[in-house]
Every structure is written in structure tokens, then in C-alpha cells.
Nanobody, 122 residues
Framework: QVQLVESGGGLVQAGGSLRLSCAAS????????MGWFRQAPGKEREFVAR????????DYADSVKGRFTISRDNAKNTVYLQMNSLKPDDTAVYYC???????????????WGKGTPVTVSS
């Protein structure tokens, strides 16, 4: 069982930055690939970024590539999402999730946090 708690969301102006954190409970954090997803009002949840168990491999949605960076610290059981050059279209609730496999599909992820809201004003 893995419990995930996101933090770091908030209100920011377009062009600004935020750093999201996701703290995981349990001693098996390093056995999970980790992902970030987001869901905007009235839209489906979408993949944002993922990182392999070791942190060596990362993958991003085209919409955030070059602006967002996912990283993890297995010693701290934490995964991060650094978000730069934010746009109003990035407004959403951001969720972290843990996956024992390796994929972009939300259905593959076993555990989810409750989300942290990000609002980007124009």
C-alpha cells in the first residue's frame, strides 16, 4: 500500500513557476514508477510526465515538454514536478500516481494522491 500526498499548488501568473511535491508513505517507493497527471474543469484526466524507478528515464506530454521537469528523491520518498513558463492552459488539479509497470495510461497506475490545484492567471 502506498499513500501519496501532493503539495505546492497555488495561484500564479502566466510565465511564472511552481514546484509540486508528492510525498509517498511506505518503504517501497523506489519500486514504483511515478507519474503526474492533471485534470482541468470539464476535461478528462491527462498524462503530464512520468519517471522511472531509478529516476534515469523521464517522459513528458508534448504540451509540457521543455517547460516541466519531473524528478524524484528515493531517499526522501518524494517526486517533484518543476513547472516553468506556466500558461493559463496549465490550470488544473495535478495528481501524482504510482505505477508498478511503465506507461502513460492512468488505468495502469495503482495508487493516487488527492491532487493539488494549480491556477494560472493571464
Amino acid at each position: 500500500q502506498v499513500q501519496l500526498v501532493e503539495s505546492g499548488g497555488g495561484l500564479v501568473q502566466a510565465g511564472g513557476s511552481l514546484r509540486l511535491s508528492c510525498a509517498a508513505s511506505g518503504r517501497t517507493f523506489s519500486s514504483y514508477a511515478m507519474g503526474w497527471f492533471r485534470q482541468a474543469p470539464g476535461k478528462e484526466r491527462e498524462f503530464v510526465a512520468r519517471i522511472s524507478r531509478s529516476g534515469v528515464i523521464t517522459d513528458y506530454a508534448d504540451s509540457v515538454k521543455g517547460r516541466f521537469t519531473i524528478s524524484r528523491d528515493n531517499a526522501k520518498n518524494t517526486v517533484y514536478l518543476q513547472m516553468n513558463s506556466l500558461k493559463p492552459d496549465d490550470t488544473a488539479v495535478y495528481y501524482c500516481a504510482a505505477d508498478q509497470h511503465w506507461g502513460r495510461e492512468a488505468a495502469l497506475y495503482d495508487y493516487w494522491g488527492k491532487g493539488t490545484p494549480v491556477t494560472v492567471s493571464s
